[in-house]
């Protein structure tokens, strides 16, 4: 039998041996703790780089890994899930080598309204993305000089087009299928590379009033805002339409830059007066407009805070404007004629606020941003007369999960009075009841998840209060408004 002072001394030593829970997670603590460290050395730190969506630094920590709109670049790729059938033959290395470097965005997702809107049911989306970039330099030996190309393949049907009826766009790949070039263009850098000149058939929403932050939404307002995208003839040369362009920037320090644009005002091409949708007007993005009124947008941007060392939470600012050349119509009608009166112009100003509240202490790349962006225009001539969103985002909120990213958002788009006194006109002149339009409200909430390098995921919900800004449902014969509309989404995002 053994002596009970035996088995005291067995007891202690096995409690001496035995880990402790402390100790245990303090071990787990360390070595994700060295995983984190080992991570960041590897990807570098984000804030301060040159990746920041817009072509600006990096001041938002909540940047996402994956955006459909093209403002923010995709750098990551699922080529080396693959082994050597990532690259066979060895033809992407020897292109690169040669200044020559492609990639090939998958984005298929659906939609489906569940209350709400003109009707209820399901839609679904594919947009395959193919961009090639060239280093003229290493190429040809033409330093500075560089080209791009962006080719679009379009399926599917909208869910804003065909079931909501809203004016904030449900996904910002929403568009008529089609085969369609995107952009064209060669730029060359001058000056030590302050100066950029940039000419070809450019979309102006990879570059003007772009948020670092609101690029993770899929609804298109949190690109494109919907002030632009109702008030430019065409909707504006953004996604899918492009335009014939020559656009400047400057950049004298690392934080400031200008950049302004001279643009063809109606990317569609031909009469914009005739009622056809510039979306076939340009059904393949070939036709070139270059006679028409043009479009001139620029705008200033400040990064603060954004460099090694510098105190305070990163944020970046910016003010811009656009001005339409030529004659519009305005909203109100002419007495004699009944059309509307031709004015001189269109315009607009806006102002993006993009600020980082919060870093991770082990984690620099992880943490909470926040954004605000905000629109103008004369109720004259315009539908929308001021627009405003805002939203948070939070990358790495869940340990294990650094490159996913939760988000909140929100917009507001604000019919113009005229445009509501045009509905009010209306209903006096006709025997049916009809609402006059106010505004539209949008929320979302996404999160997506990346599940391997070039892969992601990402569901959202978006909440519709007065679609259209409270427009008469066409399918209710009492002319009722269109009734809130609830839908939920999935994306699925690829990369090669």
Avoid: C
């Avoid at 360390?30 to 817009?54: D, F, M, N, Y």
């Avoid at 709109?69 to 080529?79: C, D, P, W, Y």
């Amino acid at each position: 039998m053994r002596s009970p002072s035996r088995t005291i001394l067995v007891a202690l030593v096995a409690l001496t041996l035995w880990p402790q829970p402390s100790l245990v997670a303090a071990q787990a603590e360390g070595r994700e703790a060295q995983a984190t460290a080992e991570r960041v050395a590897a990807e570098g730190v984000a804030i301060g780089s040159p990746s920041g969506a817009g072509g600006d630094p990096q001041t938002s920590v909540a940047q996402p890994v994956f955006s459909a709109g093209r403002a923010a670049e995709v750098t990551t790729s699922f080529q080396p899930l693959l082994g050597p059938l990532g690259d066979p033959g060895g033809y992407r290395a020897f292109l690169e080598r040669h200044g020559i470097t492609f990639g090939l965005i998958t984005v298929a997702e659906t939609y489906r309204d569940v209350r709400g809107g003109l009707r209820r049911g399901s839609t679904g989306l594919t947009l395959l993305d193919l961009d090639v970039d060239v280093d003229l330099g290493t190429l040809a030996g033409w330093k500075g000089a560089s080209a791009h190309a962006t080719v679009y393949q379009i399926q599917g049907s909208g869910t804003s087009r065909s079931r909501v009826g809203n004016l904030m766009t449900i996904s910002e790949i929403e568009a008529l299928p089609a085969s369609r070039l995107s952009e064209l263009w060669l730029e060359q850098s001058l000056f030590d590379d302050r100066l950029f000149i940039r000419v070809g058939q450019l979309s102006a929403d990879t570059e003007y009033m772009v948020s670092q932050t609101s690029i993770l939404f899929t609804n298109g307002t949190f690109g494109w805002p919907a002030i632009f995208a109702a008030n430019m003839t065409d909707g504006g040369p953004a996604y899918p339409l492009s335009a014939p362009t020559v656009r400047l920037k400057y950049v004298p320090t690392r934080e400031l830059s200008f950049q302004a644009s001279l643009i063809d005002g109606t990317p569609g091409g031909g009469n914009p007066r005739s009622g056809i949708d510039p979306q076939r007007r340009n059904p393949n993005g070939t036709r070139f407009p270059v006679s028409d009124p043009p479009l001139a947008i620029a705008e200033v941007s400040y990064a603060y805070n954004a460099r090694p060392g510098d105190t305070g939470l990163p944020g970046t600012v910016t003010f811009g404007g656009w001005h339409r050349f030529g004659r519009v119509d305005a909203l109100m009608p002419d007495p004699v004629s009944g059309l509307g009166r031709r004015v001189s112009g269109d315009s607009g100003i806006y102002g993006v606020i993009d600020q980082t509240i919060y870093q991770e202490s082990n984690d620099p790349n992880d943490g909470a941003s926040v954004f605000l962006r905000a629109s103008a225009s004369p109720g004259d001539r315009n539908l929308v007369d001021f627009y405003l969103d805002g939203g948070i985002a939070y990358r790495g909120l869940f340990p294990g999960r650094s490159d996913d990213t939760l988000g909140f958002g929100v917009g507001v788009t604000h019919i113009s009075p005229v445009a509501r006194r045009l509905d009010a006109m209306a209903a006096l002149q006709s025997s049916a009841p009809a609402p006059r339009r106010s505004a539209e409200l949008l929320l979302e909430a996404t999160y997506q998840a990346v599940l391997a390098p070039g892969i992601a995921l990402q569901p959202t919900v978006q909440y519709v209060v007065h679609p259209g800004g409270g427009i008469a449902n066409p399918r209710d014969p009492d002319g009722t408004r269109v009734r809130n509309a609830l839908v939920f989404g999935l994306r699925a995002i690829t990369r090669y």
